[in-house]
């Protein structure tokens, strides 16, 4: 039966039970004139799987926005980034959120329909997920809301619309229960730790509402919730777990080294199986339920020993960062490099300088086409963990890493009229153990600086979690190992600058929801730890290289008035190619007027800069050419002094010696050095001299 219900001061309506009706949940979602389907279906595991299977996808319908794919197939294909972080924002709200003892798979799937260009469709995707969860026979710890809070002149807006979010200088996005955040992702020009709480909280306020909306829609549909059935009895495995784990055992996997704390790791888990292999085989259960299930204890029980013993399994104290090695320019023929090494979290990082012709041209569904100078590539290579695995293109981890480091640097680099090049970083993980991402910011500022580029500050990153003990006590952990991210109830990661925050993504395991004095601790202790980095980043480099590599080419830009654009060009493109093809150069010439000339230093580049300047009408008596005699007159010589402009080498402005038999002594084609004698901007008449 179809039903439809409304949030009046959000301009929210949703319908249920039209459309996709042999989905397990469906919600048709509007506002105002943007439609979002979201989706779930599950099915039972045919084996234990050791992790939820959930997948998570958001779609956009290119005729959403009444456009048609371009490219050669003309249908939408692969994920873009855009769809993959989307998608990775709803995966991170929801995937928290399901039983512990629930394995079946699970596919949400949202799909935009309608853009109004005035409602973003990203956080209604994820509230409409959220409904089609509450109202299917699948077992959800929400409802959840979602909002996006802007930075808008100063004052911080909720969810604005498209074209305000053009003036905001930070975008935070923020979901969570009606108990508490689980996940935030955001990226600023300076927030500092104070205001950002402050927002967090206000959003907060605004996710209660939208929860409260989903729970009286779920009572109203009262869908029954499937039964979770044990098959394995995990009672009994969690108390064979619990009385093998003795404290001597435990005390065994507090070592500083990862590669010998793993070997320990593995040791004791192959112990506890082989003591149990008998009623295993007997029961006929699992091996990867009880691996699961051992893991699950364990974790358990070492978070409350590290409140015992005061200190983390790698023997640090809580708020230690692991010690850090940084070394700059050690790629001779890249414009910039850096390595950065924080305890067994390796980075490799290269910069590359490149012209306009460089940039990202990215088609978006609510915006027009995008041209991105500033790229950060994340490449997460299978030996930095030692594993075999074939590589393949850059997958959702992947991108999401890269996309959070980029964002760190969105209000640090300088505007393209003052550093006009395309910038791309691409960053190879060497060697992983937690907090890779934060290592690329770390690795990214430094090469930025190896190579030339002005950043405005200098960024560095830390990755920070949280773990609670049997009483409900809190401990916030600075630099977090890879061990801590899967052991711990939160994954905070942190960048920015001495005077603020300029990126952040924080995911929260923990479902009762934190209080405002535990962000308070884990911010502050993110910014000590953050300033720590800064420090070590410091001692290797506390600015930019003067100058850049000999190896970059140079770009120069300048103004010319938009009215001589097309002057410039000439028809069909006939002058601009003229000009690139016989200096070797790459120009660009923007809507209002700013080129940009890309090219090696030297006569060819200079030549470049004249042409392009006399084209647009930026003469002065003075300027020198070598031109080549177009046509002769009885008057004089006309000379082509750039492609597609001629000036007059008039008879009176010859040489005696030259002025008798002219027509005789030029030939069409000559070239002949000549120098601006006069030019009239209203006419664009040009009267040369032989120089």
């Given at each position: 039966?179809e039903?439809k219900f409304r949030?009046p001061e959000f301009?929210?309506?949703?319908?249920?039970?039209?459309?996709?009706?042999?989905?397990?949940?469906a919600a048709?979602?509007?506002?105002?004139?943007?439609?979002?389907?979201?989706t779930?279906?599950?099915a039972?595991?045919s084996?234990?799987?050791?992790?939820?299977?959930l997948?998570?996808?958001?779609?956009?319908?290119?005729a959403?926005?009444g456009?048609?794919?371009?490219?050669?197939f003309?249908?939408e294909?692969?994920?873009t980034?855009?769809?993959?972080l989307?998608?990775r924002?709803?995966?991170?709200a929801i995937?928290?959120?399901?039983?512990?003892n629930?394995?079946?798979?699970?596919?949400s799937?949202?799909?935009?329909?309608s853009?109004?260009?005035?409602?973003?469709?990203?956080?209604?995707?994820l509230i409409a997920?959220?409904?089609?969860l509450v109202t299917?026979?699948?077992?959800?710890?929400?409802?959840?809301?979602a909002?996006?809070?802007?930075?808008i002149?100063?004052?911080?807006v909720?969810?604005?619309s498209?074209?305000?979010?053009?003036?905001s200088?930070?975008?935070i996005?923020?979901a969570?229960?009606?108990?508490?955040?689980?996940?935030?992702?955001?990226?600023?020009?300076?927030?500092?730790?104070?205001?950002?709480?402050d927002?967090?909280?206000?959003?907060?306020?605004?996710?209660k509402?939208q929860?409260?909306w989903q729970?009286?829609?779920?009572?109203?549909?009262a869908r029954e919730k499937?039964?979770i059935?044990?098959?394995?009895?995990?009672s009994l495995?969690k108390?064979?777990v619990?009385?093998?784990?003795?404290q001597?055992k435990?005390d065994?996997?507090?070592?500083?080294d990862?590669?010998?704390?793993?070997?320990?790791?593995?040791?004791?888990?192959?112990q506890?199986l082989?003591?149990l292999?008998s009623e295993?085989e007997?029961?006929?259960?699992s091996?990867?339920?009880?691996?699961?299930?051992f893991?699950?204890v364990l974790?358990?029980?070492?978070?409350n020993?590290?409140?015992?013993?005061?200190h983390?399994?790698?023997?640090r104290?809580?708020d230690?960062v692991?010690?850090?090695s940084?070394?700059?320019?050690?790629?001779?023929?890249n414009h910039?490099s850096?390595?950065f090494k924080?305890?067994n979290?390796?980075?490799?990082?290269s910069?590359?300088?490149?012209?306009?012709?460089?940039?990202?041209?990215v088609?978006?569904?609510?915006?027009?086409t995008?041209?991105?100078?500033?790229?950060?590539h994340?490449?997460?290579l299978?030996?930095s963990?030692?594993?075999?695995?074939?590589l393949r293109?850059?997958?959702?981890?992947?991108i999401g890493?890269?996309?959070?480091?980029?964002s760190s640097?969105?209000?640090?680099?300088?505007?393209?009229?003052k550093f006009?090049y395309?910038?791309?970083?691409?960053?190879?993980?060497?060697?992983?153990?937690?907090?890779?991402?934060?290592?690329?910011?770390?690795?990214?500022?430094?090469?930025l600086?190896?190579a030339?580029?002005p950043i405005?500050s200098?960024?560095?990153?830390?990755?920070?979690?949280?773990?609670s003990?049997?009483?409900g006590?809190?401990?916030?952990?600075?630099?977090?190992?890879?061990?801590?991210?899967a052991f711990g109830?939160?994954?905070f990661?942190v960048?920015?600058?001495?005077?603020g925050?300029t990126?952040?993504?924080m995911?929260?395991?923990?479902k009762?929801?934190?209080?405002?004095d535990?962000f308070?601790?884990?911010?502050q202790?993110?910014r000590?730890g953050r300033?720590?980095?800064?420090?070590?980043?410091?001692k290797?480099?506390?600015?930019?290289?003067?100058?850049?590599?000999h190896l970059?080419?140079?770009?120069v830009?300048?103004?010319?008035?938009?009215?001589?654009?097309?002057?410039?060009?000439?028809?069909?493109?006939?002058?601009?190619k003229?000009?690139?093809?016989?200096?070797?150069?790459?120009?660009?010439?923007?809507?209002?007027g700013l080129?940009k000339i890309?090219g090696?230093?030297?006569?060819k580049?200079?030549q470049?800069?004249?042409w392009?300047?006399t084209?647009?009408g930026?003469?002065?008596?003075g300027m020198?050419y070598?031109?080549?005699?177009?046509?002769?007159t009885?008057f004089?010589?006309?000379?082509?002094?750039?492609?597609?402009?001629?000036?007059?080498?008039?008879i009176?402005?010859m040489?005696?010696?030259l002025?008798v038999d002219?027509?005789d002594?030029?030939?069409?084609d000559?070239?002949?050095?000549?120098?601006v004698v006069?030019?009239?901007n209203?006419?664009g008449?040009i009267?040369?001299?032989?120089?």
């Open positions: 039966m039903k949030l301009g929210y309506e949703v319908t249920i039970g039209k459309f996709a009706n042999q989905a397990d949940g048709w979602f509007e506002q105002g004139g943007t439609v979002v389907l979201s779930v279906v599950s039972a595991s084996e234990f799987p050791g992790f939820l299977p997948t998570t996808d958001y779609k956009e319908h290119w959403a926005a456009k048609i794919p371009g490219g050669y003309k249908r294909s692969k994920p980034d855009k769809e993959v989307v998608s924002l709803i995966d991170r995937r928290p959120l399901f039983p512990e629930y394995f079946n798979q699970i596919q799937l949202s799909t935009v329909y853009v109004d260009k005035k409602h973003l469709p990203y956080t209604l995707s997920t959220s409904i089609a299917s026979k699948i077992p959800f710890l929400g409802p959840i809301g909002v996006e809070m802007h930075r002149d100063g004052k911080w909720i969810d604005p498209y074209q305000d979010t053009l003036r200088d930070a975008k996005t923020v969570g229960t009606d108990e508490g955040i689980n996940m935030v992702e955001g990226r600023m020009d300076h927030v500092v730790e104070s205001e950002f709480i927002v967090l909280f206000i959003a907060h306020e605004v996710i509402k929860v409260a729970r009286e829609i779920a009572k109203e549909v499937e039964e059935v044990d098959a394995f009895d995990w495995w108390n064979h619990d009385k093998f784990l003795t001597d435990l065994l996997l507090f070592i500083a990862k590669a010998t704390r793993s070997k320990a790791f593995k040791s004791l888990k192959n506890f082989e003591s292999k295993i007997q029961l006929d259960i091996l990867t339920f009880v691996e699961y299930i893991d699950d974790k358990n029980k070492l978070t020993q590290m409140f015992v013993k005061n983390r399994l790698d023997n104290s809580f230690r692991r010690d850090i940084i070394e700059v320019g050690l790629l001779p023929f910039g850096a390595v924080r305890g979290t390796q980075a490799l990082v910069v590359t300088l490149g012209g306009g012709q460089d940039e990202q041209k088609e978006d569904v609510v915006q027009d995008l041209e991105k100078t500033f790229m950060l994340y490449n997460f299978p030996y963990v030692g594993e075999v695995k074939p293109g850059p997958g959702r981890r992947e890493h890269g996309h959070l480091a980029a640097f969105k209000y640090i680099l300088p505007n393209a009229e006009p395309t910038i791309r970083i691409v960053t190879d993980i060497l060697s992983s153990d937690g907090s890779t991402s934060m290592a690329t910011v770390c690795g990214s500022t430094m090469a600086m190896n030339g580029v405005s200098m960024v560095s990153g830390i990755a920070m979690g949280l773990i003990n049997d009483n006590e809190f401990k916030v952990l600075s630099d977090i190992a890879g061990i801590e991210d109830l939160m994954d990661k960048a920015g600058t001495d005077q925050i990126a952040v993504q995911d929260i395991k923990y009762g929801g934190l209080s405002r535990v308070e601790q884990a911010l202790q993110a000590t300033l720590h980095i800064l420090g070590e980043m410091q290797v480099m506390t600015s930019p290289n003067a100058n850049l590599s970059v080419p140079h770009i830009s300048f103004k010319i008035p938009k009215e001589r654009i097309g002057s410039v060009i000439g028809p069909s493109g006939k002058f601009i003229e000009v690139i093809e016989k200096t070797d150069t790459t120009i660009d010439i923007e809507e209002d080129v890309f090696h230093p030297g006569e580049l200079d470049a800069i004249m392009i300047k084209l647009a930026l003469i002065e008596p020198k070598e031109g080549k005699v177009k046509k002769i009885d004089g010589a006309f000379i082509e002094i750039v492609p597609g402009q001629d000036g007059l080498l008039h009176s402005n040489p005696k010696d002025k002219y027509k002594k030029l030939k069409v000559d070239i002949l050095k000549v120098e006069d030019y009239d209203v006419t008449r009267r040369l001299k032989l120089s």
